[in-house]
Nanobody, 127 residues
Framework: VQLQASGGGSVQAGGSLRLSCAAS????????IVWFRQAPGKEREGISC????????FYKDSVEGRFTISRDNAKNTAYLEMRSLKPEDTAVYYC?????????????????????WGQGTQVTVSS
């Protein structure tokens, strides 16, 4: 059972990146997906989440309108499209998966240790 986050890198302010979160060993369509990030010296924060079906998503205010979360359950993969990147977006980005039985549950950006966690991918935005 593994989540693999990828797609990070170094970009200039105003640039774009697309992160991927690939699941192996389990069916991602039974899980909500949450993207977190952690900047040096700061707590890990949930910035976006998406429900199992992929039709409901929530965003932290600081990224809404710039970031888009999505998923392709057929590919067992979720994504985070990041545009208009700012230096304050610099962080290690993690994806996490929460098993949800209820078909009507949306998602939560709250941190929980019992999620499945990916290993993190570094995003660095220079001014």
């Amino acid at each position: 059972v593994q989540l693999q986050a990828s797609g990070g890198g170094s970009v200039q302010a105003g640039g774009s990146l697309r992160l991927s979160c690939a699941a192996s060993g389990f069916a991602l369509d039974k899980y909500t997906i949450v993207w977190f990030r952690q900047a040096p010296g700061k707590e890990r924060e949930g910035i976006s989440c998406i429900n199992k079906q992929g039709d409901t998503a929530f965003y932290k205010d600081s990224v809404e309108g710039r970031f888009t979360i999505s998923r392709d359950n057929a590919k067992n993969t979720a994504y985070l499209e990041m545009r208009s990147l700012k230096p304050e977006d610099t962080a290690v980005y993690y994806c996490a998966a929460e098993y949800v039985h209820n078909e009507y549950y949306t998602c939560s950006r709250d941190y929980r240790e019992d999620y499945y966690w990916g290993q993190g991918t570094q995003v660095t935005v220079s001014s």
